[in-house]
Structures are given as structure tokens and as C-alpha cells.
């Protein structure tokens, strides 16, 4: 179907008793046709799965099938292969092998049922606004808010950080962040707990947020609060200039009180760089 319909259909699925809903796009696999998404729905009996059918739009070109076991699970790995979030850096998954190349540092990720793998255009560009400044970073302290996998973490200490804290309210989210720090031996440097922001208290000289527009917004006075003097915060998962109605003067205005030192779009969405 066609990406624009993806969010519209996932949540119809959901109301149509799916037990979870993949979706998979140019933006989360390599091996994907640009503008399209393949929705892949489960469901805990046939009967549901053909009756959630017969409710589908015929243009969505909806099909069923039946997987035994829990190979399904695993299928998306086929298409997640080595490639480059930023310049210099390299997120390989540990099933496939990479030659590392003159000047690369490899981040071993096994995303798991995180969000993280590195491909959406959300965390490109937080990797590539901390890889045009690595000067800065290298020997920050950092604190990744909504850490995922912990793909933004481990970037930051292969540029250098002293240290990261990276924080989720999502329990799987937090025990993968960690198993993919001990994997790439960083455990002593990641610390990866499921604190709320508005419970740390410390500051930091770097402040990573992937997070929808809106959570930026309700978040804003804690993240502020978590910037240290001369410290930087960088937001992303904000729709663009591109969209039909980007949230971007509205995140912006509740961070009225940093100064924006940078805004880079790729795609549909928006990061920006502000500074204390």
C-alpha cells in the first residue's frame, strides 16, 4: 500500500483484534520500494484473521497466510545488512559479517523489538548532527531519552563521550539497550535505565530526544532542565517543512528558551541542534 496509508491501516487492524501489526518500508528495511509499506498483521486464530480480511480495503491488495512456529519473527532479519547511519560509522546486526573499511567504526545492533535499527530518517539525522560535531561530544556526557536499542548511545561513545545515560519507560526497550552495550563492550560506559525524564536530575553536555512532536512538547521543561551550562539538546521525530501540517513552530516554542544553533530535514521529518 502507499505509505501515506500505513498509520490509518495499522490502527485499523488493531481494532480488527490483530495481536501486533509490522510495518515495513524504504525507511526500516534496505530491500523495500520507496513510497510503499507492507503491513504485516497477527493474529491468534483463522477465523479472526478471515474476518479482519473480508473489513479490508480491496485497493490495499490484502492476502492472508498462515506461518507455523515462530520463524515470522526472524523474517525481517533478511533485510537488515551492514550500512552506514553517518559518516565513518557503520551499524552491522550480528548475523552478517562486514569487512570494516579504512577510518570505519563498527556498531554491532541487534534492535530486537526495540525501536533503532538506524534506517529511519528520525535517527539518521541525530547521528549525523552528532558526527558534524564530534569535536563537542568527544568527552561529553550524554543522556539518550527514549533510547531504544541504544543505536544513538553507542554512536555517541564511538565519537568520543565520556559516558552515556540512556533512558526508556519501555522495560524491553532498556534490557536491549544494555545487551547491545555489553555486545559492543561499552557496559561501563552505557548505563541504560527506565527512569522518566522528569526524575533525572543531573546535567549533561549533550541531550538527545527522538520522540514523537507531541511527547517533545510535553517534555520540554524536563529536557531543558537536563541541559547543562554550554550543553546542547538535539530533537528528532518531527515532521517537516514538507508535511501538510508540521508540528515544528509548536515544538519550537516550547524550547523558547534554547537557542536554535541548526535545523536539518531528510525526507518528511526535522531535527534541529539548540544550544543553552
Known sequence: MLAQDADEAGALFFELGAQGVELRDDTTLLRAQEGTTTIIASFD??????????????????????VVGDAWRDEWKKHFEPFAVC????IRPPWCAYD??????????EPGRAFGTGLHETTRLVAGALAQRA??????????????????ALIALELGAAAVR????????????RE????????????????CIDDVREPFGVVLAN?????????????????????????????GSSAAASPWSEVRAAYEGLHVEEVLEEGEWLAAVLRA
Open 87 to 90: 559518516p565513518g560509522i557503520v
Open 166 to 177: 540512556a533512558i526508556d519507560v519501555d522495560p524491553e526497550a532498556v534490557a536491549v539497550a
Open 45 to 66: 486464530h483463522p477465523d479472526r484473521a478471515e474476518q479482519a480480511l473480508a473489513q479490508l480495503p480491496a485497493a490495499w491488495g490484502p492476502r492472508l497466510g498462515e
Open 135 to 152: 569535536d563537542r561530544v568527544r568527552g561529553a556526557t550524554v543522556l539518550d531519552v527514549g533510547c531504544g536499542s541504544g543505536i544513538l
Open 211 to 239: 520522540l514523537e512532536a507531541k511527547t517533545l512538547v510535553e517534555v520540554a521543561p524536563a529536557l531543558t532542565a537536563c541541559v547543562g551550562k554550554g550543553g546542547w539538546l538535539v530533537l528528532s521525530g518531527v515532521l
Open 100 to 109: 570494516r573499511g579504512p577510518g570505519e567504526r563498527v556498531i554491532v545492533l
Open 180 to 195: 547491545n552495550a555489553e555486545r559492543n563492550g561499552r557496559a561501563k560506559e552505557l548505563r541504560a535505565d527506565g527512569a
